[in-house]
């Protein structure tokens, strides 16, 4: 592991680069999202000094904490989201990444409605693997659910998010990410995402991956914060 954050940040903008360059993608359609669970307020500091703007973290809590830090930065709700901690998640996130539940899609748009000018983007998160207990909507419950937007006209359905299966191969992860692209672009074509929907999916072991089947957003944490020692 390298030392400095620079160092760790250099690193990762060159893996996104070769993996987009290996798809035959340019790198300027991936994004990296740095999750912050592990930063600590000096980290982030240093992160923002570098150029990084995007950032997540999969508790509200948490996100309020560092929010509070760096309060010009991008954030990003990467976590499940209880319905009465939506009003904070929206005063707060640019984006929510876990939508899976009418419940949660109505109280979103309520309080996207009351603090904010322009409709929350969100993201939908699928689960191609639902014996492994995470949530997140099946290839088949997914068109039902993208039609509840019609009902929700201060949310903004952006596109879909996607959490690995867990001790997978390489080739399972291809298979599961490329999956997750076919869908994207199935219900783009239908018009129940928009043109070029964003597609966050990949972490800190298995992005390179992600970003070659084509991911537009990846969620990386211990790669660019390890946790002390």
């Known amino acids: 592991m390298t030392n400095t954050f620079a160092d760790r940040y250099a690193l990762i903008q060159q893996r996104v680069e070769a993996a987009a360059q290996k798809s035959g993608r340019s790198a300027d359609l991936v994004r990296v999202l740095a999750v912050a669970k592990t930063a600590t307020p000096a980290s982030l500091h240093q992160a923002f000094a570098q150029g990084q703007r995007l950032y997540a973290h999969n508790r509200v809590q948490a996100l309020q904490l560092h929010f509070e830090v760096l309060p010009t930065a991008e954030w990003h709700l990467i976590g499940p989201l209880q319905r009465n901690k939506a009003r904070k998640a929206v005063s707060m996130a640019k984006m929510v990444h876990t939508l899976t539940c009418p419940k949660l ?3 979103l748009d309520r309080c996207s409605a ?3 000018p322009n409709p929350l983007p969100v993201l939908v998160q699928v689960n191609l693997t639902p014996e ?3 949530i997140g909507l099946t290839a088949e419950e997914l068109p039902a659910f993208l039609d509840h937007f019609e009902q929700w006209p201060y949310l903004s359905r952006r596109g879909l998010m996607t959490m690995a299966p867990q001790h997978a191969s390489d080739d399972s992860l291809r298979r599961h990410f490329a999956s997750v692209r076919e869908l994207a ?4 074509q239908q018009g129940l995402l928009p043109s070029a929907p964003e597609l966050s ?3 800190s072991s298995d992005f390179e991956i992600a970003i070659e089947e084509g991911a537009t957003l990846v969620r990386i944490g211990r790669a660019l914060f390890p946790p002390a020692p």
Do not use: I, K
């Not at 672009?185 to 783009?188: A, E, H, I, L, P």
């Open 132 to 134: 492994d207990g995470r």
């Open 114 to 116: 009351e603090l904010r």
């Open 201 to 203: 999916m990949g972490m």
């Open 105 to 107: 899609g109505q109280q």
């Open 185 to 188: 672009d199935q219900f783009q």
